[in-house]
Nanobody, 118 residues
């Protein structure tokens, strides 16, 4: 079992920045992905960004050029730097850590609130 703990959320004005972090309790061996998802109020959970252990990144169109995902493999952490925040970015943000090959593993954090005021 892997526990994921998110931190760094909060309230920020539009145009501001926040940095989310997620720490995993242990490593998933082999090719794996650390990612961020979010669930806006009254909407379904959606993909935000991902970073595979081979350093491949992927972003949702809505956050490209504003958000940057990074990871520290040795520390099993992933961060999401969020700049130029908009009210539409308001959501509960979730960290996800899963395997891309080998035995299937898929873990989610408990979520952290990000609120962007206009």
């Amino acid at each position: 079992q892997v526990q994921l703990v998110e931190s760094g959320g909060g309230l920020v004005q539009a145009g501001g920045s926040l940095r989310l972090s997620c720490a995993a309790s242990r490593t998933i061996f082999g090719l794996n992905t650390m990612a961020w998802y979010r669930q806006p109020p009254g909407k379904q959970r959606e993909f935000v960004a991902s970073l595979i252990s081979d350093d491949s990144t992927n972003y949702a169109d809505s956050v490209k050029r504003r958000f940057t995902i990074s990871r520290h493999n040795a520390k099993n952490t992933v961060a999401l730097q969020m700049n130029s925040l908009k009210p539409d970015d308001t959501a509960v943000y979730y960290c996800r850590y899963y395997s891309n090959n080998g035995p299937y593993s898929d873990y989610w954090g408990q979520g952290i609130q990000v609120t962007v005021s206009s």
